[in-house]
């Protein structure tokens, strides 16, 4: 079945400053959104990236399909950025979730 | 916008009792997916439903049974719940299920079991 590594596990930022999380997958996916999930616990799509570089606000996802890897560059951190990201490979009917990165943004 | 939407947010319950968590999205998407989140955060797909056929089961006990009434709404029922039990449960949908889509959450629902 799709493995998933994220990395580094946790990141500790001072605001201001850049963030770069990787994701890396097993098994060739069409479909790869990054999530960040608040310290309250709810989950929320940020981008939807299978292939190429995105761009939303702050946030710049690149993936490299055929090398089963993707990042998430988060500019100019703020304290609110605090949590936890999670990247997921969709392999149909099903996301396999990474154990994800945790962010401390620090004011 | 919240466009899926769980009841309860919280249930706390006792060993062995029945529970009954509640799902409806409003995107008129045909799949819609449960996902648990374990003490340790990991994220697990447990099922998934397209036009209110099972697709998706992935080997959970078969005390926790997927119910769903129409497309837009997929509840989930735990018949004599364990202490394991006690997680997170996320409810998502997507337009079709395929390999291409983006799948959306609604808040979850928090299960503690004492």
């Known amino acids: 079945g799709q493995q998933v590594q994220q990395s580094p596990a946790s990141l500790v930022l001072q605001e201001g400053e850049n963030a770069e999380l990787q994701c890396n997958f097993s098994?060739?996916?069409?479909?790869l959104q990054w999530f960040y999930q608040s310290p309250g616990g709810s989950l929320v799509s940020l981008l939807s990236?299978?292939?190429g570089t995105k761009h939303t606000g702050r946030l710049t996802s690149t993936t490299v399909t055929k090398e089963r890897r993707s990042s998430l560059h988060i500019s100019s951190s703020q304290t609110t950025d605090s949590g936890t990201y999670l990247c997921?490979?969709?392999?149909?009917?099903?996301?396999?979730f990474g154990t994800g990165t945790s962010l401390l943004v620090d004011p | 916008e919240t466009a899926v939407f769980q009841t309860p947010n919280y249930h706390v319950t006792q060993v062995g009792n029945e529970v009954s968590f509640n799902c409806k999205q409003t995107?008129?998407?045909?799949?819609m997916y449960w996902y648990k989140q374990d003490s340790k955060k990991l994220l697990k797909i447990m099922f998934s439903?397209?036009?209110?056929?099972?697709?998706v089961n992935e080997t959970v006990p078969r005390r926790f049974s997927p119910q769903s009434s129409d497309k837009a709404h997929l509840n989930l029922r735990i018949k004599s719940v364990e202490p394991e039990d006690s997680a997170v449960y996320l409810c998502?949908?997507?337009?079709?299920?395929?390999?291409?889509?983006?799948?959306?959450f609604g808040p979850g629902t928090r299960l503690l079991v004492l």
């Open positions: 439903y397209n036009n209110k056929q099972l697709i």
């Open positions: 990236n299978p292939s």
């Open positions: 098994s060739t996916a069409t479909q």
């Open positions: 998502a949908s997507s337009l079709t299920g395929g390999a291409r889509d983006t799948q959306y």
């Open positions: 997921a490979p969709n392999m149909g009917y099903k996301l396999t």
């Open positions: 995107l008129g998407h045909d799949t």
